[in-house]
T-cell receptor
Framework: DTGVSQNPRHKITKRGQNVTFRCDPISEHNRLYWYRQTLGQGPEFLTYFQNEAQLEKSRLLSDRFSAERPKGSFSTLEIQRTEQGDSAMYLC??????????FGSGTQLSVL | QQQVKQSPQSLIVQKGGISIINCAYENTAFDYFPWYQQFPGKGPALLIAIRPDVSEKKEGRFTISFNKSAKQFSLHIMDSQPGDSATYFCAANNNNDMRFGAGTRLTVKP
């Protein structure tokens, strides 16, 4: 399978803990996006990278959220000091210089 | 601020019927309008997309109708099948800023 891969698929954590999610995009895609999706809503844009450069991060939900794409390949999304309101599906998508986004299956985060 | 408004929230259609989902947008800078299909436990998958210089695009049983002056676009699924039961999202993009509608849960009854 050469699609977008996200790990873990599910994460359960206690409030106040830090969590990190990984995304491996389609190999030739240079753009990588992070979205958040809550129940009954469409995906909500968080941030995106072109190669290793993070070109938009103003829509990250708070300073507890950060993302990296150190070598322009895989990316990580970290949430520090998790809160119950952070419980959601975190989706990663990649694209090749265009609007056609290919999404992974997401990481479902539950904060207890 | 919801820049893309989608309706209905849910839709039930008989097998073989036509499913119609509508979206409206506000920002005239949007220049790409995709529809995504999402099954439970999966990420959204691109179904069909249109640019504002055409009024209609058809791919198999799926058609997008686009009305630039009204800032509205819709998805029509012809001959709906139980396998089409999923959540559908419209979206609008401008310069890597993709905004999604809230989704329509479609159920196609056999």
């Amino acid at each position: 399978d050469t699609g977008v891969s996200q790990n873990p698929r599910h994460k359960i954590t206690k409030r106040g803990q830090n969590v990190t999610f990984r995304c491996d995009p389609i190999s030739e895609h240079n753009r990588l996006y992070w979205y958040r999706q809550t129940l009954g809503q469409g995906p909500e844009f968080l941030t995106y990278f072109q190669n290793e450069a993070q070109l938009e991060k103003s829509r990250l939900l708070s300073d507890r959220f950060s993302a990296e794409r150190p070598k322009g390949s895989f990316s990580t999304l970290e949430i520090q000091r998790t809160e119950q309101g952070d419980s959601a599906m975190y989706l990663c998508a990649s694209s090749l210089q265009g609007e056609k986004l290919f999404f992974g299956s997401g990481t479902q985060l539950s904060v207890l | 601020q919801q820049q893309v408004k989608q309706s209905p929230q849910s839709l039930i259609v008989q097998k073989g019927g036509i499913s119609i989902i509508n979206c409206a947008y506000e920002n005239t800078a949007f220049d790409y309008f995709p529809w995504y299909q999402q099954f439970p436990g999966k990420g959204p998958a691109l179904l069909i997309a249109i640019r504002p210089d055409v009024s209609e695009k058809k791919e198999g049983r799926f058609t997008i109708s686009f009305n630039k002056s009204a800032k509205q676009f819709s998805l029509h699924i012809m001959d709906s099948q139980p396998g089409d039961s999923a959540t559908y999202f419209c979206a609008a993009n401008n310069n890597n800023d993709m905004r999604f509608g809230a989704g329509t849960r479609l159920t196609v009854k056999p």
